[in-house]
């Protein structure tokens, strides 16, 4: 999540968003997409599960939340349902890299 506020905090002041109040509504924004984009992949996984990258998008919105253990079970799921899928090998990788586990 913090990746994502602070990502969106630079394209605004890009943007010529420069005083602290815009930065802090433009901070909610972010937060708020991102609840409402976490709340549209739980929605599709429970119309179907099995969707290519269903889990693997969520997964990233949890490793933005920190939720790192969640979004390892994400991706376990979509490897399981989708074992060729590039992106999902990748950010397991990188979750378990975090977690201090072995690739």
């Known amino acids: ?11 605004a002041l890009l943007a010529g968003c420069n005083t602290v109040a815009g930065v802090k509504e433009d901070s909610r924004q972010a937060a708020d997409y991102t609840y409402d984009k976490k709340e549209e992949y739980q929605r599709a996984l ?47 990788a990188r979750v378990r890299q975090a977690l201090g586990k072995p690739p």
């Open 1 to 11: 999540m913090r990746t994502l506020v602070v990502a969106f905090i630079g394209v």
């Open 46 to 92: 429970a119309a179907d599960p099995r969707e290519p990258l269903v889990h693997n998008n969520l997964a990233v919105l949890l490793m933005a939340e920190g939720n790192l253990p969640a979004a390892e079970q994400e991706l376990a799921a979509e490897l399981t349902l989708h074992p060729g899928s590039p992106e999902a090998h990748e950010n397991l």
